[in-house]
């Protein structure tokens, strides 16, 4: 009895083990898998010599390429003809077209070019017209007329006009107005269509100037078309209408592109190119690339087949839009996109001996979201196509997922060995994770940027403890003080600026500081002082945290602050004031409207530093670094680190080299690059426009009174004093996410007068102390 | 034969406790022996548990709110289960709708608590209507018993259920014999109905004693991680732990505290095994 009592134990904790064990995944199944080979390679070819921009691509009767573009900087305009692997250009400069602005442009099959844009007329004027070049690239200048333009309109939009100019100057102006067009598109029998700035679609006899109304659409409603072979595909909000090219007649509706709309919805456009561009196979099939990748679609077929994957190729840069797309040789497609100022051709060609899946995956985590850190992912993927490259927000905005929660599921998923490889630790609870040996050691990363490009050794060194940096932010930002001497003076020290503010405020000068509302305050303050307030014992001094209560508090009841600031929303998350690049040239333009007498706020990019610089030449003023102590702080951004348990360390010091790298620091974004090579760069940039027109800015105010200012020229002495200020900076401000949540928090009911300051500082010291004891 | 059935029987549940408790907890008592990159530090954690800070507090806390609530929740829901007994149908009536806490979502409980219990809540409208002064009852002293409330609102009606059982289970001839006897209704209940709840009673404290510890579910919706001190429980504790990755702490702590109530269950049994 005994004896089957031990056999029965051992049987259940045995298929308790197997059970166990069954849980995991077979790691061995997945080495001896098959390697399935074959896929689209992406590949960046030579745009055609001279050309920098693409107005319009086509493809030819014979198969070639055809592209009309320009040089950005010289603004010589050229035709392209390529061979039929879209290789080897054939360019022609064109005459000068004469135009002021381009609005839109197609390529025909037999290779003649459409141009629509206002063009300068004898008597300097500038008039909306249409320049057709013809294969032998004769220019042909046309007017035309929308057959139904709407009179009441017209007339209304003469009696706005002529308000404000001259009968002649508002009559070219109308005349404009009411024949814009937005886009157009030859189809394979050579009609054109035209989309107006109604939404309206129209046909036009190409060699009468006539048109007829097409299709029409509700105002805004009609955001893109295109038109391949005999087909036109209208892209709304809703989804996507075909029609017949040649009888109008709508078409049966396609439910997987009427889907795939609504799923990738078009946001933004410009420069005569779009979020989606489209292709045709055949009269029936069609390939389009957008965001996600590029797509074969068969006409009312139940799915559209993925070509390539939008994740290992620059597609997925969201900031890039769409010239156009064609296939080039058999199974090749040729991409013309616009990225930055300039335009990009990009040739898909499938590679027999390619991986058909990417097997190695770099997964990088942030808690927010930032277009610095998905560009630099883009550059990533561009140079390691052979990896693909997974981001997770911990909080996308959509869930309502707090910090806190985020980074629990994070810490879960670290523990389980299946954490992600890079860490951007913004918001995180960094120390604590260095401290658990979670992160590595990427002083080897730094090291090599430094020797490369050279790096602001002061923000490194605050990082490097015993030689060792287990994380850098690759951005930082400094707290600035902007206004007449005295206030700058003043701002010192935080019971000085409050003494100076109640004086202002007391001579009724109108407004003193930004309108930024009381989490605003708290945090402008809470960056400018919170560096001083670490005692010793790591712990915070009650002193500090008293004089920074008061001064904010002082600081909001000055005057206008009980009220819903202008810009309080941007202080509901730390992105959006690091999208406007800082929010110190925002305060600085509000104090030349007159809305505030002293500016203060994060200064993030040498641009901003220029405009500041603009406005004190035009209304007076001296800046200074904020700081209220002895420190000079600084907010650190993008900070990155690699996590310990990563089985790619190679691949994340790779990212983390392209992240710190002089590429990625030249990108205009929030903050100064860490990188003095991209520094130089931004500053260079800047300093070799003196050669360039004078720039004016311009602001109404709400009388209508117009304020302007010349934009500064810097000079090598501002870079210079902008470089000493940064090569001062030697403290981060606290960025525990915890401390600085108790602080405002607490603070917020303080300045709301919820509380007294007593009850205040008790409430923040116990919680403080309470979290650094744990 | 019979006990080879009966082994059958538990081995569902006997596995999944083992999968989703026994196992992960024995992970734990390794892990409390090692630091968070796997190697061993003896009594290292041990010893940094005991000397925090923030665990004495949520220590402390915690064994107050146990002392407190545990005896408050024991006596008045025995009270009302006596009660109820003897009102017939209405008493069935108020069983049920003392269960209907136990059916609200802990978020709405916790919107009713800021509804009530906030700066500007009902009750400080209600003290003003009165002309007196209003408290803050989130952020003073005053949290803890909002707490004490909550858990006994909340586990009342379960816990009156349970008595009811207990109490339904004594043969009705004893009573008829007492009282022919000339027992009182105290005699009675001293010496018949108390006795006769002793092995019940064992399970409602160790019922009442874990959900104790289930309270912090509240007590962080209403404050989240570091709520008012008196209401800082050993769960904040382990949760914002959890946080900063310090699981070696968090094995730890959990080790003493399966340990306390270990211990705690094990005297309860011997005490009651002793007087049988």
Known sequence: MKKRKRNLAVLVILILIAGLTGCGTSSKEEETETTVQGRLVEEEVEMPQGMTNIFAMGKLEDGSIEIFGNDYNTGKNYIAISGKEGESWQVTELEDLNYSYISAASVAENGSVAIFGSFRQEDNSAKMALKIISPEKEITYLNYEFPDTDDSQLNQNMANIQKDLGKEEAETQIYNMNHGVEQCAYDSSGNLFIKDIQGNIYKMNISTGEMEKFCGFEQGELQYFAVEGKRLYAITQKGVSIYSTEDGSELPKDHVLIQMIKENPLTSWGYGCFEIAFTQKDDRNLVYVNHQGLFYHQEQGSISEQLLDANNSYLCDNTISFHGIESVGEAGYLVGIHMGETSKLLKYTYDENAEAVVKKQLNIYALEDSELLRQVVSKYRIQYPDVLVQVTIGMDGNSGITAEEAIRTLNTEIMAGKGPDVLVLDGMPVESYIQKGMLVDISPVLEKVEKEDGLFINIKEVYTKNGKAYSMPSRFLMEVVEGEEKAVTAASTLPELAAYAKKLAQGGNGGIFPEIGAKGILMELYQADSVNWLGEDGTIQEESLKNYLEAARTIYNVERFSAQGAYEEFYESFESVCEIGGTAQVYVVDRLTGWNQIAFGTLGSVSGYREMLSIEAKIGGINELWNTGEQKSFLPYLMMGIVSTTEKQQEAEDFLKIMFSKECGEISGCGFPVNRAAYNSQCDVLLSREDTAKETTSYTLGDGTEISYETLKLSKDNIKQLTSKIESLNEAVITDRVIQDFVLEEGMKYLKQEQSLEETVTEIMQKVNLYLAE | ?276
Not at chain 2, 148 to 164: A, C, E, P, Q
């Open chain 2, 1 to 276: 034969m019979k006990s080879k059935k009966g082994i059958l029987f538990i081995l569902p549940g006997l596995s999944g406790v083992m999968v989703f408790y026994l196992i992960p907890f024995l992970d734990v008592a390794v892990r409390s022996f090692q630091k968070i990159d796997g190697k061993f530090c003896g009594f290292d954690n041990y010893q940094k548990v005991l000397e925090n800070k923030a665990f004495h507090l949520a220590v402390e806390n915690t064994i107050y709110f146990v002392l407190v609530c545990l005896p408050l929740l024991l006596v008045l829901s025995l009270l009302a289960a006596v009660i109820l007994q003897r009102t017939g149908s209405l008493g069935k009536l108020c069983k049920s709708a003392y269960l209907i806490p136990l059916a609200v979502p802990a978020a709405g409980v916790v919107l009713l608590w800021k509804l009530i219990f906030d700066n500007h809540g009902m009750l400080n409208q209600l003290l003003l209507w009165l002309g007196q002064n209003t408290v803050d009852y989130m952020n003073t002293n005053a949290s803890f018993y909002v707490l004490v409330f909550s858990y006994i609102w909340k586990n009342l009606g379960y816990t009156v259920v349970l008595w009811s059982a207990g109490l339904s289970v004594i043969p009705e001839n004893i009573y008829e014999a007492a009282w022919v006897d000339g027992a009182g209704k105290l005699r009675t209940f001293l010496s018949i109905t108390l006795p006769n709840l002793k092995q019940t009673a064992f399970t409602i404290v160790v019922i009442s004693f874990l959900n104790s510890f289930k309270v912090f579910r509240e007590a962080y919706l209403v404050a989240g991680n570091y709520p008012q001190q008196s209401i800082y429980m050993l769960q904040h504790l382990f949760n914002n732990w959890f946080r900063e990755l310090d699981m070696d702490k968090m094995a730890a702590a959990a080790v003493l505290l399966f340990l306390v109530i270990l211990i705690f269950v094990y005297m309860l049994h011997r005490s009651w095994e002793e007087e049988h």
